[in-house]
C-alpha cells in the first residue's frame, strides 16, 4: 500500500483565483505534489490539503 505525506496550505481571502491556481500548478510542477483536498472557507479563504507519494529504496541483497 503506498505510503503519503501531506502538505497543508492555507491561502487568504485575498488572493484572486487564477493566483492560487498559478501556485497550486508551481507546487505540481516542481514538488511532485497533487490535490487531496480543497475547502473554501465561509470567509473567502482556501484552506489546501496537497499529497505525494513517498518512494522508498530497498537495499540491494546481493
Given amino acids: 500500500m ?3 505525506e501531506f502538505r497543508d496550505v492555507y491561502v487568504p481571502r485575498g488572493v484572486s483565483r487564477a ?3 498559478r501556485l497550486l500548478t508551481e507546487h505540481a510542477e516542481y514538488g511532485h505534489w497533487e490535490l487531496a483536498k480543497l475547502r473554501l472557507q465561509p470567509d473567502g ?3 489546501v490539503r496537497l499529497k505525494r507519494r513517498i518512494i522508498r529504496q530497498l537495499r540491494p541483497t546481493w
Fill in 2 to 4: 503506498p505510503e503519503y
Fill in 19 to 21: 493566483a492560487t491556481t
Fill in 45 to 47: 479563504s482556501r484552506q
